[in-house]
């Protein structure tokens, strides 16, 4: 049975930083192409970052350059490291396994507020 458990979100202040972890299980992590979706309220799901599996990444230009998406094999975590976080970046996101049959973990909350 594939589970993908996101936690790390919360309230930060413009400008600040969380990690958000995800935490793998049921597949083959190192053979796993994953990714990281937001949405936000009245909004559609929209991607954010993903990796293949052969560990390449692909960001969303809104937030390339403050995000950064790695993953600990040994761990089978996968990572979004958010910095200089904005008010828009505030959504749930969500952790997902890009396969033959997507799955998708239950999301975690981001709070962007001064």
């Known amino acids: 049975q594939v589970q993908l458990v996101e936690s790390g979100g919360g309230l930060v202040q413009p400008g600040g930083s969380l990690r958000l972890s995800c935490a793998v299980s049921?597949?083959?992590?190192?053979?796993?192409?994953m990714g990281w979706y937001r949405q936000a309220p009245g909004k559609q799901r929209e991607l954010v970052a993903t990796?293949?599996?052969?560990?390449?990444?692909n960001y969303a230009d809104s937030v390339k350059g403050r995000f950064t998406l790695f993953r600990d094999v040994a761990k089978s975590t996968l990572y979004l490291q958010m910095n200089s976080l904005k008010p828009e970046d505030a959504a749930v996101y969500y952790c997902?396994?890009?396969?033959?049959?997507?799955?998708w973990g239950q999301g975690t909350q981001v709070t962007v507020s001064s």
């Open positions: 049921g597949i083959i992590f190192r053979l796993a192409p």
């Open positions: 990796m293949t599996s052969g560990g390449g990444t």
């Open positions: 997902n396994y890009e396969g033959i049959r997507p799955y």
